[in-house]
């Protein structure tokens, strides 16, 4: 393995990384606020999931 793919892998592993962290935040707080599973959380994670397609889709975006 080369060396940029190298260091591609590492900023792709963190910024997944911090998406994961941020979503577990997320049912972390609600559950130790509100003291309930909020079960539409992930549905809200996919409706970003698929804004963020199209909109880089529709921009041409790589």
Avoid at 8 to 16: R, Y
Avoid at 31 to 48: K, T, W, Y
Avoid at 51 to 60: A, E, H, S, V
Wanted: hydrophobic share 60%; aromatic share 16%; proline share 2%.
């Amino acid at each position: 393995m080369d060396w940029p793919s190298f260091f591609q892998s590492i900023a792709n592993g963190i910024l997944i990384a911090g998406l994961y962290a941020a979503v577990t935040l997320g049912l972390t707080l609600v559950l130790g606020v509100m003291g309930i599973v909020n079960f539409a959380h992930g549905e809200l994670v996919m409706l970003g999931a698929y804004n963020t397609f199209w909109f880089y889709t529709l921009l041409g975006l790589d």
